[in-house]
């Protein structure tokens, strides 16, 4: 059997990934997929916590945070479809009408 | 089988709530005249204030994921007061920036339905999605003018800021259920894992209660998680910045101080990370509000300023401290609120955002809207006998109480920094000639004018009589286990 740590060293691999992968991308769409393998990451910390406590919690907590990307998508790609309406534009480097 | 006991009347003001949110997007299609929406969202507000006053004592709900005590029902009752104030502003002026009216009032209902769910959420599984359910609706509510480039901006900056936060509160929370076993406060404040399951991952506790904090500083505005502030602030239409800068700050922060006094039971390092944060906070929000042109951008980063010393009374980790910290929301709803009211009272039909420079000579174009936010601009610098004064003293207090006069110092020298644009704000009403091109504001309606009249009035009772509210918050306090 998989220790559980090892699952834990790979979510957290995963999320410093996605960590990054916000920092250093310009284009929208990118930046907003590396959030979603943030979630993702933390999705599977809750499982493989879930399976070593053998309780339930971890798993429906799962469920919750996928409800929520999936919202978080529908809201997201609103917004960014009015950006790019009036910008033309999904790099985040060109919309700069706020600042000081 | 038996099913569990869901004790429903805890969650009154949220189906009140949302019933109307719904109610307004069926209706929207058939009623022409949208002001009506308006008072109907406003009227299903202070049905659900009403609610709160019915409560029995506080019995958990839902098996322990939701819990009205005192800090819940104080709080629900502070983001109710800031919706039904914020309505109330919106009624004359949503026509400026939306022909959509009907989804924004229900929107606002739902965002304040998933603030009052933060404020009564007593396990992390209700307090992550209660966070999501108010940012949800508030990223849409930042960019409603679509035709303004600016709007979407900020609703762009706000949502990819916003979801990249919430993955580490996210992880934080994971991280947490890791080191404890278990996702309830109540079972985490004990001390004691479910099933009697060995914690082999205990110590990964403080790094789960560090990127909570990132998580939820976010929310509420700490530096260095404050960069989206002030463009979203700026960006927004104006009564949504007033709602948003004052709600989410009090439901957040209502959950911050139910999660710190669950961690009680541990060793508390993170006190120290709070005390840094406030420092940071308080400071840098000042510093950069000096140099401001915008006084909605002032305003936002006064709202960064105001987060810091509300959370110099939870780095005190006491009783005092929490006091003054809910003290400080109430009495930061109405001088804030009031304040933006006051701001969107004078910017014309086709502007979101005002210079200082407009303001000149205000006193003597309309002297009674001079006058009150002089008295906002007083409070929020913390002049007595204003509940901006009482506020900043007992946070203050809770932090020497704590033995942290080094930061209650800091403190202290931060209200004098900000006094500084406060009054600004102040001499250029009525010592400064108007500008040449002050051209004149559409004249505020009586819904604009009573949401400022009503705020500046609570400004004021708020410090001159304290001792109704100073009863409920003590007791709001006294149900948590600070020591």
Known sequence: MVPTTYYLILSAILFALGVIGVLVRRNVLIIFMSVEMMLNAVNLTFAALSKHFLSLNG?????????????????????VMTVVRHRDTTNIEDVNLLKG | MTFPTLNLPVISPQI??????????????????????????????????????????????????????????????????????????????????TRHAGAYYALILLATAGMTALTIASDFMTIFVAIEILSLAL???????????????????????????????????????????????????QGIAPLSVSLPFAPLLPLGVGLLLVGLGFKVALVPFHMWTPD??????????????????TASFAALIRVLAALGSHDRPWLLALAGLAVLTMTLGNLAALRQTSLKRMLA???????????????????????GALYYLLAYTFMNLGAFAVLLAVQ??????VSVERLHGL????????????????????????????????????????????????????????????????????????AADAAEAPKPGWPVMATIAIAALATLLLGIWQFPWMQSIIQAVSTLALR
């Open chain 1, 59 to 79: 798993q429906v907590f799962m469920l919750m945070a996928m409800v929520v990307a999936a919202a978080e998508v529908a809201v997201g790609l609103a917004i």
């Open chain 2, 16 to 97: 009140v709530l949302v019933v109307a949110a719904l109610v307004i997007l069926i209706a929207d299609l058939v009623i022409v005249q949208k002001r009506i929406l308006g008072w109907i969202s406003l009227v299903a507000a202070l049905g659900a204030l009403a609610t709160v006053f019915t409560y029995r004592p506080a019995s958990p709900a839902f098996q322990n994921m939701a819990l009205a005590d005192g800090l819940g029902l104080f709080t629900t009752a502070a983001v109710l007061i800031a919706a039904a104030l914020a309505l109330l502003l919106s009624v004359e002026r949503v026509a400026d920036f």
């Open chain 2, 139 to 189: 990223y849409v509510l930042s960019g409603f003018n679509r035709r303004d480039a600016r709007s979407s901006e900020a609703a762009l900056k706000y949502f990819l800021l916003g979801a990249f936060a919430s993955g580490f509160l996210l992880y934080g929370i994971a991280l947490i259920y890791g080191a404890t076993g278990t996702t309830n406060l109540a079972a985490i404040a």
């Open chain 2, 232 to 249: 979203v602030y700026q960006g927004a239409p104006t009564p949504v910045t007033a709602f948003m800068s004052v709600g989410t700050k």
């Open chain 2, 301 to 323: 980063y006064s709202s960064i300023a105001h987060a810091g010393y509300i959370v110099t009374g939870l780095a005190a980790g006491n009783p005092r401290g929490a006091e």
């Open chain 2, 348 to 353: 014309r039909r086709e502007e979101n955002d």
């Open chain 2, 363 to 434: 006193a003597a174009r309309q002297p009674v809207l001079a006058v009150l936010m002089a008295l906002f601009m007083f409070s929020l610098a913390g002049i007595p006998p204003l509940a901006g004064f009482f506020a900043k003293l007992y946070v203050f207090s809770g932090a020497v109480e704590a033995g942290l006069a080094w930061l209650a110092i800091v403190g202290v020298i931060n209200s004098a920094i900000g006094a500084y644009y406060y009054l600004r704000v102040t001499v250029a009403m009525f010592m400064s000639e108007p």
